[in-house]
């Protein structure tokens, strides 16, 4: 599933991945959103493509569809992919329901 949304207010497209631990975001993305990504703990990446090295982050607010969260774990990876991978650390706060080709989510807390 595809949705909009921004990162601190920077736009963005979202893909619903259930099997991200966390919001996964490329570098170029943290750039746009003002995340000062290499402050963030260094931390070694288990992917799909093999193991890579990001940075976990704080995101100050993560918006999908007028839903805003505060607060949420990120990581930073280096990869070029302007789409971010909306993972658990977002969807675990949500209620989620699938009517056919459409997904709704519900803020729990």
Known sequence: YLAEGAINGAST????DTGATTVAL???V???AGIAYTRGE???LST???MAVG???KLDAVTV????LRNVEGVVMPVSSPVVLLGMSFLNRM???RDGNTMVLTQRY
């Open 95 to 97: 209620e989620m329901k």
């Open 30 to 32: 943290a750039v746009s």
């Open 26 to 28: 490329s570098t170029s």
């Open 13 to 16: 497209r979202f893909l619903v």
């Open 65 to 68: 569809r007028g839903l805003t």
């Open 48 to 50: 799909a493509n093999g």
């Open 55 to 57: 940075w976990r982050v």
């Open 42 to 44: 260094r931390i070694p």
